[in-house]
C-alpha cells in the first residue's frame, strides 16, 4: 500500500511538473508569437512610409576633416588638442582629467564641454504645444526665452520657455492671413515677431509691453498673388529681408518704415533669405531654379541687380539656407533629396550654372504631389558641383523643409540637423556626412521646421500633424534576462540636464 501510495504521488508530481513546464512554454511561445506579430506589424507599418533615400555613399567617402573647417569644428567640439584627435572622449575620462589638474587648465574649456554635450543627443521626446491646423514654423529666439509657433489656424503662438517649460504667453491673430503662415521670425533683441502669409505686406508684432502693436508693413509688389516664403531680420533690427514668390527679394526699412529695395534674383521662387553673420552686409538667397547666391548689401543695385557669386549642384529647388554665421560657410536644403555645404570662397563656373539650368529645365517632378522619383534617387552629381559636402538621407517632399546648424555653444556646431517628410528629424555630422540619429517615431506626417536651443540639449521639431514636440537626453541602462539570451532595454528616465 505504501509502494501503491508512494507511486501515486511521484507520479502526481511529475503530472503538476509537466503541466507547469507546458504551462511555461506556452507562455513563452505566445510571449514570442506576441513579439515577432509586433515586429511584422512594426515591419508593415515602415513598408508604408514614403521611402527614405539612403546615405550618400559619394559623400560619405570624402571628408573635410582636413580643411580649415574641420580643424575650426573639431577644436569648437573639443574633439582636437594639441594636434591630437580624440575621437571618443567619455564623461569620466574628462572627470578624471580635471581631478589631476586637466593639464593646467583650472576648468572645463568650450571645447570640453561641447565634447561632453555631444554625447547626450537628445532621444526622447514629449509633445509640449498643439495647433489646431497644420503646424508651419516652430522656433527659438536668439536667447533661447521664448519659442514662436505658427501654421494654418491663423494664430502665431507665443510660449515663454526661460523655465524650461512652454509657457504660453499669448496667442496673436494674422492680419492678411490666406491658406497659411508661410514664416516667422524673432528680432534679434527678442521683443518682436515677424511674419508673412499669402499677402502683399510682412507684419510685425510686439511679445511684451503694456500695448499691443501690430502693424503692416507694405511691399507693394504690383501683382495680384503675391507672398513672402522667407524672412529675417538684420542683426541691429533695422532692416527685414524677404524672400518671395515672384523671384524677388526686398529690403524694408524699419526706421524710414518703407520699402527701400527690390531685386530680381532668381528665375523661380525665392524660397529662402539669410543673412551671413552679425554683420547683415553679406547675404544668401535661394530659389526654385536651384542656384544659391551670395549678395554684398552694400552694393545692391535695382537697375543692376548682379549677385557676387553663385553655387550650383542642386538639381531641384533651393527650399532652404542657413549660414554657420562665419561669413563663410553655408548649406542649403533641397528638392533633390540633398542638403550640400558650401564655402563662399569657391563659386560656380559658368559650365556648373548651366548644367544646373539644364537639370531643372527638363524636370517634370512636382515635389508636393508626387513620391520621390526615380530619377531623383540615381541622380549622380552635376557637373560643376563646387560644395564641399553632400549630405543625404532625409525626404523633402511636400513643403520648404528646413535643416540649420546645430548650435556654437553646446556642440561647437559640429552637427547638421533636418525635418523630414516621414515624419522624422535627421542628424548629420558635418566632417562625415553620416547619419548621426533620426528622431523618430513621434510624428506622423512631415516635419517641416527644427529647432535647437541655442544654449540646452533640446531640440523642438513642429509637423503637419499638428504637434510640437521637444526632445531631450534620458539614460538608457541595458539589462541582460539570462533565462532566454535576449537583450532588454529598460529606461531609467533620469534626465540628465535637470
Not at 96 to 101: A, H, T
Not at 454 to 462: A, D, F, L, M, Y
Request: aromatic share 12%; net charge positive.
Amino acid at each position: 500500500m505504501s509502494n501503491s501510495s508512494g507511486n501515486t504521488s511521484s507520479g502526481s508530481r511529475n503530472n503538476d511538473e509537466r503541466q507547469v513546464n507546458s504551462q511555461n512554454h506556452s507562455f513563452i511561445l505566445a510571449t514570442r508569437g506576441r513579439r515577432h506579430r509586433a515586429v511584422r506589424r512594426s515591419s508593415r507599418r515602415e513598408k508604408k512610409e514614403v521611402d527614405e533615400p539612403k546615405a550618400d555613399q559619394e559623400a560619405l567617402k570624402s571628408t573635410v576633416h582636413d580643411t580649415h573647417l574641420g580643424q575650426q569644428i573639431l577644436l569648437a567640439s573639443g574633439r582636437i588638442h594639441k594636434n591630437k584627435i580624440y575621437c571618443g572622449p567619455t564623461v569620466s575620462h574628462m572627470l578624471q582629467k580635471r581631478e589631476v589638474g586637466m593639464g593646467g587648465k583650472q576648468c572645463f574649456s568650450n571645447g570640453d564641454q561641447c565634447a561632453m554635450g555631444t554625447l547626450y543627443i537628445p532621444n526622447m521626446m514629449s509633445t509640449v504645444a498643439y495647433c489646431k491646423d497644420k503646424a508651419f514654423c516652430g522656433i527659438y529666439s536668439k536667447e533661447g526665452d521664448s519659442f514662436l509657433a505658427a501654421g494654418r489656424d491663423v494664430y502665431i503662438r507665443l510660449y515663454d520657455t526661460s523655465c524650461d517649460e512652454f509657457r504660453h504667453i499669448k496667442s496673436i491673430r494674422a492680419q492678411g492671413f490666406f491658406w497659411s503662415i508661410l514664416d516667422a521670425a524673432f528680432s534679434p533683441d527678442g521683443n518682436y515677431v515677424i511674419y508673412s502669409s499669402w499677402s502683399d505686406c510682412i507684419h510685425l508684432c510686439n511679445i511684451r509691453g503694456d500695448r499691443d502693436i501690430h502693424e503692416a508693413l507694405p511691399l507693394f509688389p504690383g501683382r495680384s498673388t503675391f507672398c513672402i516664403f522667407s524672412l529675417t531680420f538684420s542683426s541691429d533690427n533695422k532692416e527685414i529681408l524677404g524672400g518671395a514668390n515672384c523671384g524677388n527679394f526686398y529690403v524694408y526699412d524699419l526706421e524710414r518704415n518703407q520699402k527701400i529695395l527690390t531685386i530680381k534674383a532668381h528665375g523661380d521662387d525665392v524660397n529662402a533669405v539669410k543673412f551671413a553673420d552679425d554683420s547683415s552686409q553679406i547675404l544668401f538667397t535661394g530659389g526654385d531654379d536651384g542656384f544659391c547666391k551670395v549678395w554684398d548689401r552694400r552694393t545692391l543695385n535695382e537697375n543692376n541687380p548682379n549677385p557676387v557669386g553663385v553655387f550650383s549642384g542642386h538639381a531641384g529647388g533651393i527650399t532652404y539656407i542657413d549660414s554657420r554665421g562665419d561669413s563663410r560657410y553655408l548649406i542649403s536644403n533641397s528638392k533633390d533629396q540633398t542638403i550640400k555645404l558650401w564655402d563662399i570662397r569657391k563659386f560656380s563656373t559658368e559650365e556648373g550654372i548651366k548644367a544646373t539650368e539644364a537639370a531643372i529645365s527638363f524636370q517634370r517632378w512636382d515635389y508636393r504631389w508626387r513620391p520621390i522619383s526615380q530619377e531623383m534617387k540615381l541622380r549622380k552629381p552635376l557637373t560643376g558641383d563646387v560644395s564641399v559636402m553632400t549630405y543625404r538621407g532625409h525626404t523633402v517632399l511636400h513643403t520648404l523643409i528646413r535643416c540649420k546648424f546645430s548650435p556654437r555653444f553646446t556642440t561647437g556646431q559640429r552637427y547638421i540637423y533636418s525635418g523630414c517628410a516621414t515624419g522624422n528629424a535627421c542628424i548629420y555630422d558635418v566632417l562625415t556626412g553620416e547619419i548621426v540619429t533620426k528622431l523618430s517615431n513621434c510624428h506622423s506626417t512631415c516635419v517641416r521646421d527644427v529647432s535647437w536651443h541655442p544654449t540646452k540639449n533640446t531640440i523642438v521639431t513642429t509637423s503637419w500633424d499638428s504637434t510640437i514636440c521637444q526632445w531631450y537626453y534620458y539614460g538608457i541602462e541595458q539589462h541582460r534576462d539570462f533565462e532566454n539570451g535576449e537583450l532588454y532595454y529598460l529606461k531609467s528616465f533620469r534626465r540628465l540636464f535637470d
